[in-house]
């Protein structure tokens, strides 16, 4: 039961240009939902995130979307860089309506690989 | 400031033996989690600490899973006569407070059983 999902395993992007990452979720009691870096060797790193009672969230280069109606979110890279190559994942958590502690729930993950 | 810490970085072991991983969380962080990333997947949760409560096992996915922490210090997470299945990277992370979401990573150990 994949209660957050990201259906591209992998995105090619020229530097510069826009990178978008999707990530759908099926739990409704999902109230946060945050994105990861993750680096080769490394542990991931937070990178940006968004209460469920917005539906934008920006942060230099990176802006995060929301729609809950579509249990839909996105990340976006403008401009993107070659350092943004990593995989990136998607987290969801429920401390409103559910665990009463930050118990995330990731997607499996998305390469993206920023071209010079 | 120090971040968190695992050890050993790699390790390989036989089907059936028993291995034994290490994390140190970030000083003064009360929550800590253990997670699982198999080839390929996301990650998996696992376990949650948090002070001197009953840790949440839900993730645990058999009986030949432990875990361990002392205190709001070290944890330790145990597999108990490994198989194949069990290869995968073991993340550690820990957080501030327990309803903190933004969680801290370890570079995690990566097990290979052969």
């Known amino acids: 039961d994949q209660q957050v999902k990201q259906n591209s395993p992998s995105l090619s992007v020229q530097e510069g240009r826009i990178s978008i990452l999707n990530c759908d979720y099926t739990?409704?009691?999902?109230?946060?939902f945050l994105w990861y870096k993750k680096y080769p060797a490394e542990g991931p790193t937070f990178l940006i995130s968004?209460?469920?009672?917005?539906d934008k969230n920006e942060d230099g280069r990176f802006t995060v979307f929301l729609n809950k109606s579509a249990k839909h979110l996105s990340l976006h890279i403008v401009p993107s860089q070659p350092g943004d190559s990593a995989v990136y994942f998607c987290?969801?958590?429920?401390?409103?309506?559910?665990?009463?502690?930050?118990?995330?729930?990731f997607g499996q993950g998305t390469i993206l690989t920023v071209h010079p | 400031g120090a971040g968190v810490s695992q050890s050993p970085s790699n390790k390989v072991t036989e089907k059936g033996k028993d291995v034994e991983l290490r994390c140190d969380p970030i000083?003064?962080?009360?929550?800590l989690y253990w997670y699982r990333q198999r080839l390929g997947q996301g990650l998996e949760f696992l376990i949650y600490?948090?002070?001197?409560?009953?840790?949440?096992k839900s993730g645990l996915p058999s009986d030949r899973f432990s875990a361990e922490r002392t205190g709001e210090s070290v944890s330790t997470l145990t597999i108990q006569r490994t198989q194949q299945e069990d290869s995968a990277v073991y993340l550690c992370?820990?957080?501030?407070?327990?309803?903190?979401?933004?969680?801290?990573f370890g570079p995690g150990t990566r097990l290979t059983v052969t």
């Open positions: 987290a969801a958590s429920a401390i409103a309506g559910g665990t009463s502690y930050g118990k995330l729930t």
């Open positions: 739990n409704s009691m999902f109230d946060y």
């Open positions: 968004i209460s469920s009672i917005k």
């Open positions: 000083s003064g962080h009360t929550a």
């Open positions: 992370a820990s957080s501030l407070q327990p309803t903190s979401y933004e969680q801290y």
């Open positions: 600490f948090q002070g001197n409560s009953a840790p949440d």
